[in-house]
């Protein structure tokens, strides 16, 4: 992913893409300081800017540092990214992390960087193909203690646990992994939010131990608004035999129905669809497939 046209933002100035490095005594890759955000640019705008900015200064503070640029200068840098490498469906990353001035647990005088990379991403499936379902396999890893982590922050050491759940179930033929937490209630899948659909009403964890996603927050306000009755709570993973239908949500996945969970399955159907079409509204998405395609051309 390295070796590609464009510019990346970095600490404040556009760099080439090529060029966009650090050094391998970093502190983040040594001890995990780091913090990120994953966006959609859909129609040249980002969906939920500066929801995400602020979310990129929380997760740095829960690591115990500041970073160095306001969330109105990050919703700024972001959309002068965006604009330099002619985005108009894609993805957003920005990234913070500790420097390479020391070695060593103890970092307090490392530099904070901050960058942003932006690449095109275009939508090719339509709801009917989404419709059909993906596979999940519940994963061995569990979604730590809050005591044990800052599981609050979308921070790059927690995602260990995503990146091994995920290669296992890829391995084994699944799409992706859904974890329990520590005490054995489900959680969350490697990068999304998960639904279920149990008698005409929509059941999701409490996130009191993993990410209380900005498109799990968007997505139960249009279900409400559908008048759909949501509930959070704790669900034990026996429940899932329970559920009708069951779906993911995240900026990368947006409403991603879900066909199976390790023993279960699931029909996706009129929810999955419903909420498809209202989050693809909402984020200004039209099903039309030869201008998506025109776009990812461009
Ligand atoms: N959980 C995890 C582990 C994630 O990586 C993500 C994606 N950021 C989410 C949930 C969903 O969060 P959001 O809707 O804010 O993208």
Redesign the pocket.
Same mark, same amino acid.
């Given at each position: 992913f390295d070796d590609r046209d464009g510019v990346i933002w970095y600490d404040g100035q556009m760099v080439d893409w090529r060029d966009a490095k650090l050094h391998v005594l970093s502190h983040a890759l040594h001890y995990a300081s780091c913090v990120f955000?994953?966006?959609r640019v859909y129609g040249g705008k980002v969906f939920?800017l500066t929801?995400?900015s602020e979310?990129l200064i929380a997760s740095g503070k829960e690591l115990g540092f500041d970073v160095p640029f306001t969330a109105e200068e990050l919703d700024r840098a972001t959309l002068e990214t965006v604009q330099a490498n002619n985005i108009v469906d894609g993805y957003v990353r920005p990234v913070a992390w500790r420097g390479s001035e020391m070695m060593g647990v103890a970092a307090q005088k490392t530099k904070i960087h901050v960058a942003i990379a932006c690449w095109p991403w275009p939508s090719y499936f339509s709801p009917e193909a989404r419709l059909a379902g993906i596979r999940l396999m519940l994963s061995d890893w569990r979604r730590p203690d809050p005591r044990t982590a800052p599981v609050k922050s979308?921070a790059a050491g927690?995602?260990m646990i995503?990146t091994l759940s995920k290669h296992k179930a890829e391995n084994l033929g699944f799409d992706d992994a859904l974890l329990l937490d520590w005490r054995g209630q489900v959680a969350?899948? !490697?990068? &999304?939010?998960v639904f279920f659909v149990m008698n005409g009403e929509i059941h999701t964890p409490t996130p009191d131990c993993?990410?209380?996603?900005?498109?799990?927050?968007?997505v139960i306000e249009l279900a409400k608004k559908r008048g759909y009755t949501v509930v959070e709570r704790v669900i034990m993973p026996e429940e899932m035999a329970n559920a009708q239908e069951c779906f993911l949500?995240? !900026?990368? &996945?947006e409403v991603t129905p879900v066909r199976q969970i390790g023993d279960y399955t699931f029909t996706p159907g009129d929810v999955c669809k419903a909420l498809i079409e209202d989050y693809d509204a909402l984020v200004g998405r039209t099903h039309d497939l030869a201008a998506a395609a025109r776009n990812s051309a461009a």
């Amino acid at each position: 992913f390295d070796d590609r046209d464009g510019v990346i933002w970095y600490d404040g100035q556009m760099v080439d893409w090529r060029d966009a490095k650090l050094h391998v005594l970093s502190h983040a890759l040594h001890y995990a300081s780091c913090v990120f955000e994953g966006e959609r640019v859909y129609g040249g705008k980002v969906f939920k800017l500066t929801e995400h900015s602020e979310r990129l200064i929380a997760s740095g503070k829960e690591l115990g540092f500041d970073v160095p640029f306001t969330a109105e200068e990050l919703d700024r840098a972001t959309l002068e990214t965006v604009q330099a490498n002619n985005i108009v469906d894609g993805y957003v990353r920005p990234v913070a992390w500790r420097g390479s001035e020391m070695m060593g647990v103890a970092a307090q005088k490392t530099k904070i960087h901050v960058a942003i990379a932006c690449w095109p991403w275009p939508s090719y499936f339509s709801p009917e193909a989404r419709l059909a379902g993906i596979r999940l396999m519940l994963s061995d890893w569990r979604r730590p203690d809050p005591r044990t982590a800052p599981v609050k922050s979308k921070a790059a050491g927690l995602y260990m646990i995503c990146t091994l759940s995920k290669h296992k179930a890829e391995n084994l033929g699944f799409d992706d992994a859904l974890l329990l937490d520590w005490r054995g209630q489900v959680a969350e899948a !490697t990068g &999304a939010n998960v639904f279920f659909v149990m008698n005409g009403e929509i059941h999701t964890p409490t996130p009191d131990c993993f990410l209380d996603g900005i498109t799990r927050r968007t997505v139960i306000e249009l279900a409400k608004k559908r008048g759909y009755t949501v509930v959070e709570r704790v669900i034990m993973p026996e429940e899932m035999a329970n559920a009708q239908e069951c779906f993911l949500t995240g !900026t990368a &996945a947006e409403v991603t129905p879900v066909r199976q969970i390790g023993d279960y399955t699931f029909t996706p159907g009129d929810v999955c669809k419903a909420l498809i079409e209202d989050y693809d509204a909402l984020v200004g998405r039209t099903h039309d497939l030869a201008a998506a395609a025109r776009n990812s051309a461009a």
